[in-house]
């Protein structure tokens, strides 16, 4: 096999790691606080991050979620693994309108976790039956996969005299 071929499959096995790159995905949370856990004398502190985000595609709806941020050296120079414990909580901000269809458990936000394997996801479903929206924050990791999660559901309710949409309408599949 030659150099060029293997750096090809190199590459694209890293795309795929990477996840999802759809442009809703690219917004940046928004950091909201952080609450040091940890001190450490030299190096920063662990620290709790609490941060919002948008839903992309259904305006009308916000999501706040929490994760660790290790300190000390390796965090400093990014090579720590963050753990999963991350929370989670969704509310309906104001009225609810969809841009568009969605599939069960597509993404809404998604960031790295470490250098390499471990990616932090934001995923939306719809139960129907009850129109609720549901939230699923997880970590991935290509070998263990994720034990730890948390799921955040919004009911979409009236805003104002506006009767709410029906997000079993907006599901594809």
Known sequence: MTT??????VAAATALLAGPSPAALAQDADVIFKKSTVWRP???DDKLVVQGVDDPLV???ACHFTTPEKGGVK?????????????????QIGPIRFKGKFEQG???????RSLIFKRMQIVRGCDAKRNVLVYLVYSDRPIEGSPKNSTSSVPLMPWGQEAPPRCGDFVTG
């Open 4 to 9: 060029i071929r293997r750096l090809g499959l």
């Open 42 to 44: 030299l190096t920063p």
């Open 106 to 112: 597509a993404t809404v936000f998604s960031e790295r």
């Open 75 to 91: 965090g400093t120079l990014g090579v720590a693994e963050e753990v999963s414990d991350i929370s989670l909580a969704c509310r």
């Open 59 to 61: 305006e009308g709806v």
